[in-house]
């Protein structure tokens, strides 16, 4: 398969919505992108997005934003998961024929009560009456981690610092100030053992990018940021079979994509991670799963700081998800955020010199299915 | 890109409703047909798409619910939803992740549980902008009466043309042992039926069905190792109109499928397509829809399709078959609904269509659309490799 | 256009849509047993040996359909848990317990509540509820053939 590399990136402002039709903020973003590649629709060849009906209160949300997206008359579909899924077909698609393509997911967490919108992921017979949704999943999650790890909740709270250090120094996050350990420590229970700073913000943004085949990308940028390995995998969908402390389908879909980029040690490889993080405690999870560290070892890499911004492997710089979760767009923006890195273009929280860049995103309950994406530049 | 053939297909019978299985047991049914035609096992298959359209089933994205049945546990597995054309985009994007190299064995599974809700109006209606339109309460009848009334107003179409629609699907569905509606009909039936929404009547209008299928696409290395008689990919397209019905041109003609067919015939390098395709499987919840559908994509010229179906040039036996299976009109599990015409196009091709092969059928057109009359997807196969 | 600045509006919009879904033969056997006899099957497969609870037709691993039904207890052990303090639309009123317990004879773990004992203040219910703790179903007395015919697994230390 031709290489095939990001030539343009558009994002709308994170927010906590309820002004905005988001059939807008999907135009808004494709003309962001499309500025941002010097490109107009005419020149587009495919629209692929990405977006949950459910959380927008429409069904077929395509209909309303693929034409916003410059897809009018246009080939297009849509992944009905995270933009990080859409971006492995749109890398699939063009590897079958497509020239220049728009990628475009929809996050919208503000029309919906969506704790009650993620209950209903769970079917009906075994498991909704109980009242799951994502963060008391992901409360389990924790604590069963804990329970394996002896890591500590200190431990997680030093994540929701570091991120929301970051969140507060770049533009695209909702939550704008920075909180002390004992901040979060204080921070309202959630569902024992997640305080509410320890799960994402819910938040509204519309991501683009462009991709191109190798042959158009480099005419169109001066700088392409390469999809040089990708991979993607599911777990099943019984919690009560899964085992909770572990994050099986990351750690899967990282094994495909670090065999596809060729990378034998991610922390030496790679110098930016951008991981959309369920809670604060997937994100310590995560640097076991994408092998920062070894199984046990999250912890114990949070407290060295080596994860900090200005540590040996950077992780969410942006501020990842505790910072800004627009649901369905979430892992998208972590490949928009890498790929200003590796352009040299994310402002206050740049990462210097940074060569190649990871981003991942996890869906559905305890991070069942998951998206690994390996970033270059030449 | 590569050449891909589909090795297997396989589908449940399909019912109003199911309640012996649940979500992911249906699922389960729909692959192992599949696997079974294939003889495969599930550890070939390298990757998984799987569609359906929230929220029929009243699980949000059951596609997780349902990882198990597909069989896609540890595997690659991505979810497609595109409103009517899910399950024929659903096959466009396995198709996809095979052309392109990434994967050499690749399934597409659809499930729909249109019986769950009490309602699917109620659900369809809900596709409409709630700001602007949703509170005139237009449900997919509304597009497909549209579309009727004005295709009487400008070519003069009538209700008996429309009525005989219904017969041959019907006469059709009766030799398909997977078809959800089996019975016979007369055009007098039809016409005496109840008025649902006019012009279209109770017998002009799909039923709402439970059920699944799958289609196996293969690379043409591997295609050759493990098919003796597999189906071959010839082109594909999906195009998407405008969100706003008003926005269309003319709502007798199907601009947008003229255009989308355009692509489709260049990609699979067919000039005549009445003369070179056998047979099309097309999306027709609606008698009505058929009439534009035939005319859009060049099967008989604007406002002639009445007078050829009165011919019974697309009869069984006619110039082209249309809907052997007896079409959506008999069966509409509404998210699998596009896969099970590519089911039945492949089905005809590779001669196993059993009671209701068209003879000597070589290329075969799959159709569905979605949304307000908004997205098409189309596929061509056929039984040599192009 | 005028230059005021006017407000946005806002659309209410409720998908209200009641649904009824199957449970299928697997799940309406195992209803039945729990509606009428307070028994709690779960179903082994052939090929893995698993016993699966919830149980279902057929094992996603050994892609085999099941066969035997397999009596587990009504007790056994919390093998994670979270406790909700947070309310949300439609959800049940907080403060309540998720655990997924795993009951003696069974190879998976089953999603309930945890209750019977006070939740009110965390501190207190995460020692009450903790992972490791043995717990017991309490039944309705009025039973229907669903997962909430157990009101919840109750700690067997609790009074
Ligand atoms: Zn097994």
Redesign the interface.
């Known amino acids: 398969m031709e290489r095939i590399g990001i030539v343009g990136v558009g994002m709308t402002p994170i927010s906590s919505g ?2 905005e039709v988001f059939y807008d903020a999907s135009f808004e973003a494709a003309r962001r992108t499309l500025a941002d590649a010097r490109l107009d629709q005419g020149a587009l060849d495919q629209v692929v997005t990405a977006g949950y009906d ?1 959380a927008c ?1 429409r069904t077929i949300t395509n209909m309303y934003t693929t034409p916003a997206a410059g897809g009018y008359m246009k080939d297009e579909t849509r992944i009905s998961d995270d933009g990080m899924f859409a971006l492995a077909q749109a890398w699939m698609r063009i590897g079958a024929g497509f020239g220049i393509t728009m990628c475009l997911a929809y996050g919208i967490s503000s029309e919906a ?1 969506m ?2 919108i993620s ?1 209903l992921m769970f079917e ?4 909704r ?5 994502s ?3 992901a ?6 981690y804990c ?1 394996e790890s002896k890591a500590k909740p200190e431990d997680a709270a030093l994540v929701v610092v570091k991120n929301l250090k970051q969140g507060s120094k770049n533009p695209r996050s909702r939550r704008v100030k920075p909180v002390t350990q004992k901040q979060v420590e204080k921070s ?7 305080r509410e700073l320890d799960l994402p913000s819910y938040s509204d943004g519309t991501v683009g990018l462009i991709l191109a085949p190798e042959h158009e990308a480099k005419r169109i940028s001066s700088c392409p940021i390469w999809i040089e390995g990708i991979g993607w995998s599911i777990d ?1 969908y ?4 899964r085992n ?1 402390a572990e994050l099986k389908s990351l750690s899967e879909a990282a094994r495909r994509a670090y065999l596809m980029a060729g990378i034998k040690d991610p922390a030496r490889e790679i110098q930016v991670f951008e991981v959309a993080e369920q809670s604060s405690y997937y994100e310590i999870m995560a640097y076991e799963a994408l092998g920062l560290i070894s199984p046990g070892g999250g912890a114990k890499l949070i407290r060295s700081g080596a994860t900090e911004l200005s540590g040996r492997i950077p992780v969410n710089p942006s501020g990842g998800a505790i910072s800004a979760d627009p649901v369905a767009a979430t892992g998208l923006f972590r490949v928009a955020e890498a790929v200003l890195q590796l352009q040299g273009r994310a402002g206050k929280v740049q990462v210097q010199g940074a060569k190649r860049a990871l981003a991942s995103v996890s869906s559905g309950p305890a991070g069942q299915a998951s998206c690994v994406v390996v970033l270059r530049r030449d | 890109m590569r050449r891909v053939a589909i090795i297997g297909v396989g589908q449940t019978k399909f019912r109003t ?6 979500h ?2 249906l699922t ?1 049914e729909g692959v192992s047909r599949a696997l079974e035609d294939a003889a495969l ?2 550890s070939q298959i390298e990757s998984f798409v799987y569609g359906t359209m929230d ?1 029929f089933d ?1 699980v949000n994205s059951p596609d997780k619910w349902c ?3 597909a ?1 896609a ?1 540890g595997k690659p597995y991505i979810k497609i939803s595109t409103g009517g054309t899910t399950g024929l985009t659903t096959g466009i994007a396995a198709y996809h992740q095979v052309a392109s190299g990434a994967f050499d064995i690749a399934m597409a599974v659809c499930t729909q ?1 249109v019986g ?4 699917a109006q ?2 369809l209606n ?1 596709c409409v902008c ?2 602007y339109e ?1 509170d005139a309460g237009a449900g997919a009848i509304t597009v497909g009466a549209q579309q009727a009334s004005r295709h009487m107003f400008k070519y003069g179409s009538t209700d008996y043309q429309r009525a005989l629609v219904s017969v041959d699907a019907h006469k059709n569905a009766l030799n398909n042992p997977y078809a959800h509606i089996q019975v016979d009909v007369t055009p007098e039936d039809v016409m005496n039926s109840r008025m649902i929404e006019w012009p279209l009547r109770l017998l002009e209008c799909c039923p709402r069905s439970d059920g699944a299928c799958a289609v196996i696409f293969a690379s043409e290395e591997q295609a050759k190792k493990l098919c003796p008689k597999p189906a071959w990919v010839w082109g594909e397209a999906s195009i998407i109109d405008s969100y706003w019905w008003g926005e269309r041109p003319d709502l007798a003609d199907w601009d947008i499928l003229s255009l989308a067919g355009r692509r489709l015939f260049k990609m699979a390098g067919i000039e005549n397509p009445i003369k070179e395709i056998d047979v099309a499987e097309l999306y027709a919840p609606f008698t009505s829809q058929t009439l534009l559908e035939l005319e859009a994509l060049g099967f008989c010229g604007k406002g002639e399709s009445g007078p050829q179906i009165e011919k019974g040039v697309f009869k069984m036996d006619g110039e082209m078959a249309v809907n052997p299976s007896g079409g959506v009109l008999c069966t509409n599990p509404i998210g699998a609904t596009g896969l099970v015409r590519l089911v039945e196009a492949c089905l005809q091709v590779t001669g196993k269509a059993e009671k209701r092969q068209v003879p000597d059928a070589e290329v075969a057109l799959a159709h569905a659309w979605g949304g307000t009359m908004q997205l098409h997807a189309l596929m061509i196969v056929g039984k040599h490799k192009r | 256009m005028a230059e005021k600045k006017e407000e ?1 509006i ?2 209410k ?1 409720n ?1 209200n ?11 309406s056997h195992f209803f039945q047993e729990m509606k009428e006899k307070k028994r709690i099957f779960g179903i082994r497969c052939p090929k893995c040996q698993r016993v ?3 149980p ?3 094992c ?2 050994c ?1 085999v359909e099941t066969t035997d039904w397999v009596p587990v207890k009504d007790e056994g052990v919390v ?8 309310e ?5 009123k907080p403060p ?1 317990a ?3 317990i795993k009951l003696d004879g069974s190879d ?6 945890v209750g019977g004992v006070d939740l009110s203040d ?1 501190k207190k ?2 020692e009450l509820v903790k ?1 490791g703790t043995r717990v017991k179903a309490v039944w309705k007395e009025e039973r229907e053939g ?3 015919d157990i009101m919840y697994f109750k700690p067997i230390s609790a009074k």
């Open positions: 309820k002004k459910l209160g009560p704790p009650l209950n009906p017979l075994f498991h009456p109980f009242g799951p949704y963060g008391n999943i409360a389990l999650q924790a604590s069963a329970a309202p229970m959630a569902a024992w053992p997640l099943s019984y919690l009560g079979e909770l | 409703r199911r309640d012996d299985a649940t992911e047991e389960f096992s599930i929220p009243g990882v198990g049945g069989g546990v549980r769950v809700g009490d309602d109620s659900i809900t709630p700001i949703r | 946005f806002k659309v919009a998908w849509i009641p649904y009824t879904h199957s449970a299928g033969k697997c799940a699966m609870l919830p279902r037709s057929f996603e691993r892609f093998d994670s848990v979270s406790i909700n303090y947070m949300y639309t439609g959800m049940p309540y998720i655990a997924f998976s773990r089953l999603m309930h509540f965390w219910a995460k992972i669903r997962m909430t």
